[in-house]
């Protein structure tokens, strides 16, 4: 039977009719999967739903979640939706700042909050608030506080007072009608609230899920967090599709979880795939002499996949894929589960060669752009008609229009733009013209007449004093290429030349410090070491032969911190906070260029030093 899906909690009966699943959605707790069938889902976001009506939750209530992922995620949201609640899902991982500012800016009256570690990270924006603060709910129980099974046995005890009146106020809401309310990341200010309508998300992830080619009975898992857009659509296109979602337990498990699901794929931001592709190379440092040969040629040889050429290749290549499959790939496969994998990705660039060697293995990286603004999807990649294309975001999703401003600016129109910002209709008049197109702040291209290509962020992109314009996140995904970096930044606005702050990959240092016998204390004394310094010379060299002569990273500097989102240096999405980073290296990069000169020749002359025979040591590593 068709179920018409035009508001997201239709996707309820949805399941209930077309994929009766018992592990529709399921949790590992206490070293066992927890699955929860889809009449299960049903059940309890409808009881969810009735409770609070019962606690005296009204339409238009805003309500907060903070959580990780997990079934009850999704029972809260349906709830939310059902009810004419707005959902404000918020990362669990913000300032202090940042929660006071969402709280008072949305005016929620209810938090659902998943544990007492969150709620003592939220406690002190909710104390700011005195009166004004939310009630609060907890999933865990925790002593003196009000936990959310109150809610459900509320609504169970209800139902019969409250069923009729769901049913018809479900009948009353309008895909128009507003339903969640996203506050952006941002790397800049305070977050913006983006509202978005049941049309605006049910349109989305009706259009991405057709491109889809993950088995309806297949297993994803899911760990970038909900309440981020990206995710979350992803997840109503799980549900749509009847595709059981495994939540993670947490980043540092993705690889036992899918071995344990046997998953089909999960969705990921470049990041992760980064840490992906720096262990399966780092596993190959040790092998003996043959295996480690074999094991090189196959990095070698899967740089060279690609999806549009595979059925046009030598013989010799399709003998050389079987031949590292089965000596190399079919083991990473394994790692993941065994199956052929989906693996959605997007919030930034990714190297090419990443998603070939990945594809060669049976690991299909597909590339996506969109923002919380779109609902998100703009563009992807698209397997199942076959338009894909490396290096690309893929082909403008069904039902949205795009063109280009004069300075390149991706402009966008269609049912998943948003409503606007909350409380905030100057800066929606900013962003959404009168002709309906939302300005992204991105700048790209289309390849082919038909893909998508991002190439920077506007608000970026900067001069440098002799007036060429340099796009920094472009060189920024090339040179974290290198298995010797981690994290850069590219500055030099209004300078002479580009230069970079870089926070190196110490797992990757530490074994090339062994391998030289380099002495050190601790990784501050490391990134100053002359050796070290000479090294990161040459990576640079490597990498500019392939940019322009003022795109050149010309001098830099390394640090011995990570940038995360923990130490506030990286956004909830992991992109770079770059006034908070410029801010903080303020005087490394003062002291570039006031100190240091353009180099003349091979190498800088940023801390010199002539030391020939490591020199020829470090290029025959």
């Given at each position: 039977?068709?179920?018409?899906?035009?508001?997201?909690?239709?996707?309820?009966?949805?399941?209930?009719?077309?994929?009766?699943?018992?592990?529709?959605?399921?949790?590992?707790?206490?070293?066992?999967?927890?699955?929860?069938?889809?009449?299960?889902?049903?059940?309890?976001?409808?009881?969810?739903?009735?409770?609070?009506?019962?606690?005296?939750?009204?339409?238009?209530?805003?309500?907060?979640?903070?959580?990780?992922?997990?079934?009850?995620?999704?029972?809260?949201?349906?709830?939310?939706?059902?009810?004419?609640?707005?959902?404000?899902?918020?990362?669990?991982?913000?300032?202090?700042?940042?929660?006071?500012?969402?709280?008072?800016?949305?005016?929620?009256?209810?938090?659902?909050?998943?544990?007492?570690?969150?709620?003592?990270?939220?406690?002190?924006?909710?104390?700011?608030?005195?009166?004004?603060?939310?009630?609060?709910?907890?999933?865990?129980?925790?002593?003196?506080?009000?936990?959310?099974?109150?809610?459900?046995?509320?609504?169970?005890?209800?139902?019969?007072?409250?069923?009729?009146?769901?049913?018809?106020?479900?009948?009353?809401?309008?895909?128009?009608d507003w339903t969640t309310l996203i506050y952006?990341?941002?790397?800049?200010?305070?977050?913006?609230?983006?509202?978005?309508?049941?049309?605006?998300?049910?349109?989305?992830?009706?259009?991405?899920?057709?491109?889809?080619?993950?088995?309806?009975?297949?297993?994803?898992?899911?760990?970038?967090?909900?309440?981020?857009?990206?995710?979350?659509?992803?997840?109503?296109?799980?549900?749509?599709?009847?595709?059981?979602?495994?939540?993670?337990?947490?980043?540092?498990?993705?690889?036992?979880?899918?071995?344990?699901?046997?998953?089909?794929?999960?969705?990921?931001?470049?990041?992760?795939?980064?840490?992906?592709?720096?262990?399966?190379?780092?596993?190959?440092?040790?092998?003996?002499?043959?295996?480690?040969?074999?094991?090189?040629?196959?990095?070698?040889?899967?740089?060279?996949?690609?999806?549009?050429?595979?059925?046009?290749?030598?013989?010799?290549?399709?003998?050389?894929?079987?031949?590292?499959?089965?000596?190399?790939?079919?083991?990473?496969?394994?790692?993941?589960?065994?199956?052929?994998?989906?693996?959605?990705?997007?919030?930034?660039?990714?190297?090419?060669?990443?998603?070939?060697?990945?594809?060669?293995?049976?690991?299909?990286?597909?590339?996506?752009?969109?923002?919380?603004?779109?609902?998100?999807?703009?563009?992807?990649?698209?397997?199942?008609?076959?338009?894909?294309?490396?290096?690309?975001?893929?082909?403008?999703?069904?039902?949205?229009?795009?063109?280009?401003?004069?300075?390149?600016?991706?402009?966008?129109?269609?049912?998943?733009?948003?409503?606007?910002?909350?409380?905030?209709?100057?800066?929606?008049?900013?962003?959404?013209?009168?002709?309906?197109?939302?300005?992204?702040?991105?700048?790209?291209?289309?390849?082919?007449?038909?893909?998508?290509?991002?190439?920077?962020?506007?608000?970026?992109?900067?001069?440098?004093?002799?007036?060429?314009?340099?796009?920094?996140?472009?060189?920024?995904?090339?040179?974290?290429?290198?298995?010797?970096?981690?994290?850069?930044?590219?500055?030099?606005?209004?300078?002479?030349?580009?230069?970079?702050?870089?926070?190196?990959?110490?797992?990757?240092?530490?074994?090339?410090?062994?391998?030289?016998?380099?002495?050190?204390?601790?990784?501050?004394?490391?990134?100053?070491?002359?050796?070290?310094?000479?090294k990161y010379r040459a990576v640079m060299d490597?990498?500019?032969?392939?940019?322009?002569?003022?795109?050149?990273?010309?001098?830099?500097?390394?640090?011995?911190?990570?940038?995360?989102?923990?130490?506030?240096?990286?956004?909830?999405?992991?992109?770079?906070?770059?006034?908070?980073?410029?801010?903080?290296?303020?005087?490394?990069?003062?002291?570039?260029?006031?100190?240091?000169?353009?180099?003349?020749?091979?190498?800088s002359a940023l801390s010199r030093v002539e030391?020939?025979?490591?020199?020829?040591?470090?290029?025959?590593?």
């Open positions: 039977m068709e179920v018409e899906i035009t508001r997201t909690f239709d996707l309820l009966e949805h399941l209930v009719v077309n994929h009766p699943k018992e592990d529709i959605l399921a949790v590992k707790r206490n070293g066992k999967w927890e699955k929860y069938s889809s009449h299960d889902y049903y059940k309890y976001a409808h009881y969810l739903c009735y409770g609070l009506c019962e606690i005296g939750i009204k339409p238009g209530d805003r309500v907060l979640t903070m959580s990780s992922n997990c079934p009850e995620w999704n029972f809260m949201d349906m709830a939310l939706a059902m009810g004419g609640f707005i959902h404000v899902p918020i990362y669990p991982t913000l300032s202090v700042e940042n929660y006071t500012h969402i709280l008072r800016h949305s005016g929620a009256v209810l938090l659902l909050v998943e544990n007492n570690i969150l709620l003592r990270r939220i406690r002190p924006a909710l104390q700011a608030l005195g009166d004004e603060a939310p009630v609060i709910y907890t999933l865990a129980f925790i002593p003196e506080e009000h936990n959310v099974l109150e809610i459900l046995k509320a609504g169970i005890a209800g139902r019969d007072r409250q069923m009729l009146a769901i049913e018809q106020r479900k009948r009353d809401i309008k895909p128009t952006t990341s941002g790397t800049t200010g305070d977050p913006k609230g983006v509202m978005l309508s049941h049309q605006n998300i049910c349109t989305n992830f009706i259009a991405h899920e057709k491109v889809n080619v993950v088995p309806t009975d297949g297993r994803v898992l899911s760990f970038l967090p909900l309440n981020h857009m990206y995710e979350r659509s992803l997840n109503y296109h799980w549900q749509l599709r009847g595709v059981s979602i495994y939540y993670a337990e947490s980043l540092g498990t993705i690889q036992q979880n899918m071995q344990e699901i046997h998953g089909h794929g999960f969705c990921a931001v470049p990041r992760v795939i980064e840490l992906m592709y720096d262990k399966l190379y780092a596993a190959g440092k040790d092998l003996k002499p043959i295996k480690k040969r074999i094991y090189d040629r196959a990095f070698i040889h899967g740089q060279r996949y690609d999806y549009t050429f595979i059925k046009k290749v030598s013989l010799f290549y399709q003998i050389s894929q079987w031949f590292f499959d089965r000596t190399v790939y079919r083991h990473w496969r394994e790692r993941f589960g065994g199956n052929h994998l989906v693996v959605i990705t997007g919030g930034s660039s990714i190297q090419p060669n990443m998603v070939r060697l990945f594809a060669a293995a049976g690991i299909n990286i597909y590339e996506g752009y969109g923002l919380s603004e779109t609902s998100p999807v703009i563009a992807v990649n698209d397997p199942a008609h076959r338009q894909v294309r490396i290096g690309t975001v893929g082909p403008v999703l069904s039902g949205v229009e795009l063109k280009f401003a004069d300075d390149g600016e991706i402009l966008v129109r269609g049912p998943n733009v948003m409503l606007g910002y909350y409380k905030d209709p100057e800066y929606t008049a900013e962003v959404i013209d009168k002709d309906g197109w939302f300005h992204t702040g991105d700048i790209g291209e289309l390849v082919a007449g038909k893909f998508l290509k991002i190439t920077d962020r506007k608000k970026d992109i900067f001069k440098l004093s002799a007036g060429k314009y340099v796009a920094p996140q472009l060189i920024e995904n090339l040179l974290r290429g290198s298995e010797y970096i981690d994290q850069v930044m590219v500055v030099g606005e209004n300078e002479k030349f580009a230069a970079a702050i870089i926070s190196p990959n110490f797992n990757t240092l530490h074994y090339w410090a062994l391998k030289y016998k380099l002495h050190y204390r601790d990784n501050e004394q490391l990134v100053a070491l002359p050796e070290v310094q000479e490597l990498y500019n032969k392939s940019l322009a002569p003022h795109e050149q990273i010309k001098a830099f500097r390394l640090v011995a911190d990570d940038w995360t989102t923990a130490n506030g240096l990286l956004s909830p999405t992991l992109k770079l906070k770059r006034n908070l980073l410029i801010n903080k290296y303020s005087t490394l990069i003062k002291g570039i260029y006031n100190k240091v000169e353009p180099p003349t020749g091979l190498f030391l020939p025979s490591l020199r020829d040591l470090i290029k025959r590593s």
